[in-house]
């Protein structure tokens, strides 16, 4: 079949269908070598709305709004339900994705998947899915990357990233795949809050950006005042020096201040397994990003050439269209500079 496949995925609303619908829509802008022939497919039985020019649609196949109707299940039994099976009937799907290529135009298909994590992680139907695509259905090896569209604005709070990111590394996991985090819907934040994410050198650099937050501006005063008192409390003991806080000698302030102490005590537990998380993305390198404003088309063409770079899409087009390209020096056989179109000894 050859193409490429970029495997859409992301948590839902994370905005993988608008991701889906403006790819194509860029792709059909572009020219000469980088021209393809995109055709868009929503394996989504749960979907809405969708604006773009669908090629082939799982819900002609099944539906979780028919399944829900006729099987009386829940929607996420019933996604389950219709993954399946489209799994026991996936010829349907292989006869659909047959070369369509028009011309000298290679099929480039842009896979729109459902949000549920449940469906990569505890039963492996997605990974079957593109596993037997991958490797049965004559694709060319290699030539699938799974595109994670990250919603940008969960930037703002460290730990809704952090939990993206997690979710990120759980689907990279499952997959297989090579991987491309898109920051989505950067339309709809201030350009230095992106760089600021993009900046980012880790997760741990995020979390710590984080903890200087709190402890500046969040923490409310009386909290803050009952820490300093915690600094009092003698931990190792169990005992409180009521000589060091002569204000606060009564039993009751005792009360609350040891149970304060054992929320702290889990708040740094919580805090200390943060870090580690934080460390194990920094390990995968996941905090790396490919940032898309939609409203941006030099936005969308770097992610699009990031992504078909991750699968070296292109390449044989990109040295047959420079070959062609008679107004580059050097490669034109007529012109003065002619260089052989070899590499430099
Ligand atoms: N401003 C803005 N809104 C966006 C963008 N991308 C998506 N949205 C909005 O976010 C919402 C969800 O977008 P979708 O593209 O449907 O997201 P999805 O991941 O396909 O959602 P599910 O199909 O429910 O999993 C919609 O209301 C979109 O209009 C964007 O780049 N900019």
Redesign the pocket.
Known sequence: MGGAVQVVI?P????????CQIMQEHCATLSGSRRRNVLVVNL?PA?EAMHYDCAVDVRDLISVEDVMEELGLGPNGALIYCMEYLLQNLEWLQERMEPAGEGDMQDYWIV?C??QIELYTHVPIMRTILDRMQHQWGFTPGCMVSVC?IDSTFCCDAQKMISGQLLALSTMIALELPHINVL?????LPERDIDAVLNLQSASQLWDLEQDRTSLFAMPREMASIMTELEDYDSNNQNFNPSNNPQKTDETTQEQLKKQQKLEQRRRQRHRLTENICGLLDDYTMVSFVP?N?NDEESIDHVLITVDHAVQYGEDNEVRGVEADDDMPGVNPNDDDYDGGGDDE
């Open positions: 992301g839902a609303g994370s905005g993988k269908s608008t991701y989504d979907a729109d459902p949000g569209c989505t819907k950067g339309d709809l898309l939609v």
